[in-house]
C-alpha cells in the first residue's frame, strides 16, 4: 500500500491540475460528433464519440440546451483520465458549476472510484482527493449558442415510448421484453455494438438501423500512460450511460429512459465499506442524477422537458430477473455477461461474472441446457473455489462484478440443489450445507415498491413475477 501510495503522491505532484479545456459538438453525414479537449501539463487528451445518424433523431435540440448536455458528458468522460495521475485540482475552463453542481460531481467521482482507490491500495479522504473549479461559460464549437439556461421543455409530456440500453446480458433482455409485452414501443439504444448486443436487438426484432447507437472512443494517449505504469482502475461507466442518455433522449424524442440495474446493485462489493463496484447502478446515484437534470433542481443543471430516468428493475432480485429470463428461450444462446470474453463474443467459463451468470440460472434452466449455453458445467470447476467462496460471502470482498449479493447466491444454490442435485453433486457443492428456509420459492414472486417506478410499471413486474414457469 505504502508503495502504491508514493507513486499516487509523486503523479500527483508531477501534474497539479487537470483541466477541461473545450468541448465541440458538430452534426456531420455520419451524425453528431462530440470531442472533449484535456490537458494535464503537457499530456492532452482529445476523446470522441459519435451519436449514429437515424432518420428517427432531430436536430432541432435547441442550442443552449445541447451546449449543456455535451458539457456534462465531458465532465463523466474527464474522470477516466484523470485517474491515471489523480491531479488534486481540476479546472473547468469552459463552463460554470455552482456550489451544488461541484458537490454533486465530487460525490460522483468519489464513490465512483472507490473500486479504484481500493484496489490500487490508495489512502485518501473524501475531503482531499479533489478541488474542482469552474470559470466563464466558455463553447468553442459550430452549433454553440455561448450561453446556458434551463428549459422549461424540450420535448412532448411523458408516453409509451421507452429508450431501452442493451448491454447483450440477461437484465435489459428482461426490460425489453417485459415492456413491449405491455404494448410499449421500444427504440434500443447500444454503445459500442458488439456481438451480443447485436444480436439481443436482432432476436427482439431490431435492425441495428432501427437502433440509436453511440460509439465512444478512447484517447490512445490513455492507453499508452497505463502500458507506462500510470495509475488505472474502474471507473464508473453507467453514470456515463445516464449522461449519454439525457442527449439520446433529447435528439430521439423518447422521454423515458429504462435502465436495467436491480436492487441488489445498492449492496457494497467490500463487505463492512461503502466501497460499491455498481455504484452507478445504485439507487442513490440513480436519485442524485434525477435531481441533477430536473428542471427545477437546485442544482441549476436541469434541462427541462420530461426526461425520465430510472431503473425499470429496481424492484426485482437477481434471482427473480433470471427466472424472468429463463422464459425467453430465444436469447439464451445470444446473451453474453463476461467482460473477459466480451471481444470474442463468448463465455470465457474462468472467471467470476460466468459463474455467478451460471449460478443465479442454475435453479430455472436444466444442468445440460446450462451446460451447452456456458460451454461447460461451472460448478464441476474447482478452479473457481475462490470465486465461488467470493460469491457465496465467505471472502473479505465479494468479486469486482457487476454481481448479486450474497443472499442471492446462497439462495440460488440452495434451489438448484433441491431440485436437481438431491444425491450426486458437483464439485463445488460437494459438503455444502445451506439453511433449509433459503429454498422458498414465494420469495420470488414478492416485490416491494422502491426506485422511480410508476404504479403501472411496478404492476407489470409484479404480474409477471407471479405468472408460473411452463
Keep these: 500500500m505504502n508503495g502504491m501510495n508514493e507513486k499516487y503522491n509523486a503523479l500527483r505532484r508531477r501534474y497539479p491540475v487537470f483541466a477541461y479545456e473545450a468541448f465541440h459538438h458538430e452534426w456531420t453525414p455520419e451524425g453528431l460528433r462530440l470531442c472533449f479537449d484535456f490537458r494535464m501539463d503537457d499530456v492532452v487528451f482529445h476523446p470522441e464519440a459519435l451519436i449514429e445518424e437515424r432518420p428517427f433523431l432531430s436536430r432541432e435540440v435547441p442550442a443552449e440546451a445541447l451546449d449543456r448536455m455535451v458539457f456534462d458528458i465531458g465532465m463523466i468522460e474527464l474522470i477516466s483520465y484523470w485517474k491515471c495521475a489523480c491531479p488534486p485540482t481540476v479546472e473547468v475552463r469552459c463552463g460554470t458549476l455552482t456550489d451544488g453542481q461541484v458537490a454533486f460531481w465530487k460525490k460522483l467521482y468519489w464513490n465512483g472510484l472507490g473500486e479504484f482507490f481500493y484496489t490500487n491500495g490508495i489512502s485518501e479522504t473524501q475531503k482531499a482527493f479533489l478541488k474542482v473549479e469552474s470559470g466563464e461559460w466558455r463553447v468553442e464549437n459550430k452549433a454553440g449558442s455561448g450561453c446556458v439556461a434551463p428549459l422549461s421543455t424540450l420535448r412532448s409530456p411523458l408516453s409509451t415510448q421507452y429508450l431501452v440500453p442493451i448491454g447483450g446480458g440477461k437484465d435489459s433482455v428482461v426490460t425489453l421484453e417485459l415492456l413491449r409485452r405491455a404494448g410499449k414501443t421500444i427504440r434500443p439504444l447500444i454503445m459500442n455494438p458488439r456481438g451480443a448486443t447485436i444480436e439481443c436487438a436482432r432476436v427482439a426484432g431490431f435492425t441495428l438501423e432501427e437502433v440509436l447507437v453511440i460509439r465512444r472512443k478512447i484517447d490512445p494517449t490513455l492507453l499508452e500512460l497505463n502500458k507506462q505504469g500510470y495509475l488505472n482502475g474502474h471507473t464508473p461507466f453507467s453514470a456515463m450511460l445516464a449522461f449519454y442518455t439525457r442527449l439520446a433522449s433529447a435528439l430521439s424524442g423518447i422521454p423515458n429512459v429504462a435502465l436495467s440495474n436491480e436492487s441488489s446493485a445498492n449492496e457494497s462489493t467490500v463487505i463492512g465499506t461503502s466501497v460499491n463496484h455498481q455504484y452507478s447502478k445504485s439507487l442513490e446515484f ?34 427473480q430477473i433470471a427466472m424472468l429470463f429463463s422464459r425467453f428461450t430465444a436469447y439464451h444462446d445470444v446473451f453474453r455477461s463476461c467482460n473477459v470474453g466480451s471481444k470474442e463474443d463468448i463465455w470465457c467459463g474462468h472467471c467470476a461474472k460466468c459463474l455467478f451468470a451460471y449460478i443465479i440460472l442454475s435453479p430455472f434452466i436444466e444442468p445440460t441446457r446450462l451446460n451447452q449455453i456456458f460451454g461447460k458445467s461451472m460448478l464441476d470447476d474447482e478452479t473457481l473455489r475462490l470465486e465461488f467462496d467470493q460469491l457465496r460471502g465467505e471472502a473479505e470482498t465479494k468479486p469486482f462484478e457487476c454481481v448479486g449479493t450474497v443472499s442471492e447466491v446462497n439462495q440460488a444454490l440452495s434451489m438448484t440443489l433441491r431440485r436437481w442435485y438431491p444425491v450426486a453433486r458437483p464439485a463445488l457443492l460437494r459438503n455444502l450445507e445451506l439453511s433449509a428456509a433459503l429454498d422458498n420459492l414465494e420469495t420470488l414472486e414478492h416485490l416491494e415498491p422502491q426506485g422511480n417506478l410508476t404504479p403501472e410499471e411496478f404492476n407489470i413486474l409484479q404480474q409477471a413475477c407471479t405468472e408460473k414457469n411452463n
Excluded at 298 to 306: A, I, K, S, V
Design 286 to 319: 440513480e436519485d442524485d442524477f434525477r435531481r441533477y437534470v430536473r428542471p427545477t433542481s437546485p442544482l441549476e443543471g436541469g434541462m427541462g422537458g420530461d426526461f425520465n430516468y430510472f431503473s425499470f428493475l429496481r424492484p426485482l432480485s437477481e434471482l
